[in-house]
């Protein structure tokens, strides 16, 4: 069983949505990967940063679902880095009202040595200096390396991410992103140039439309299961991703082929998150449920063409 490392935001949320909305409530992009990550990859760690204010019955939960927190760091007299959103009536757009980054301000991505050799990395959505730093941190480069990045800092740090972009293996942002970051409208000329930047595989997440993975000239696409239920869909690209990078480290094989299986894996726990508000719908699955979800993103896009065309 390989080892995966996740490095990302613990963090209080604010969400409002149509349907509700809720107080502080637990979140982050590092929190949503390593819940999501857990239901397959059973060596886990985490790299992040919270105040004294954080709850240490989730770091415990943490812990429950197998991530070792020795990364974590703990700022006493500190305030854990706080988001607010509220999503608009089409629920695939959210305007962010509030961030507050408290003990992210200064974050210094401190690696214990006991995760020294890690086999898989995880980079959350944080500055890319920060994602560099880790890399750079890593006495031992991992198998793979994915990362997350965001609108911001294209606008703020493109120079940055771009040195980022070099050094890993697997880029997964969203449509919008993607267009932004290669100036392209489409998506599949956008991911030549983006591959060209550094990473080997990129991967487009199209919210309900599903999620697109480019490598070289091969393309494979995973639709989004037709939902009846889309309460809350904050974390949901974390927990794509936790699902996607976890499936990775538990199957230890990186070919095309098991990426595709990987990229079901994590729209499966992405389809489960956005069922309830914040991580409750993902903190307590069983496997056979995940297996079943999986299997309806089988019959979803399974078909025979048997009949001919002539
Ligand atoms: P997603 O809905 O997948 O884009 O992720 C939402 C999560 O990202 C929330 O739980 C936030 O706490 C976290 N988040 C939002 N903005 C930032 C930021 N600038 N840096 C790190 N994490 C963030």
Redesign the pocket.
Known sequence: MSSLLTVG?V?F?AIETPFGKTDKIV???GT?ISISASYFAKDQKIVSVVGGDFPKETIKFLEDKGVNTEGLQIKENEKT?F?SGKYHNDMNSRD?LV?ELNV?EHFDPIIPESYQGVDYLMLG??APTVQRQVIERLTVRPKLIAMDTMN?WMDIMLDELKKTLKLIDILIINDEEARQLSGEYSLKVAAKKIIEMGPKYLIIKKGEHGALLFHGDKVFFAPALPLEVVFD??????TFAGGFIGYLAKTDDDSFENMKRAIVAGSAMASFCVEKFGTESIEYLQQQEIYDRMMEFVDLVNFNLEKSID
């Open positions: 935001s963090a949320d979140g982050g992009a949503y880095f988001w962010t961030t992210l959505n944080l911001f869909p904050t974390g949901a690209g974390d």
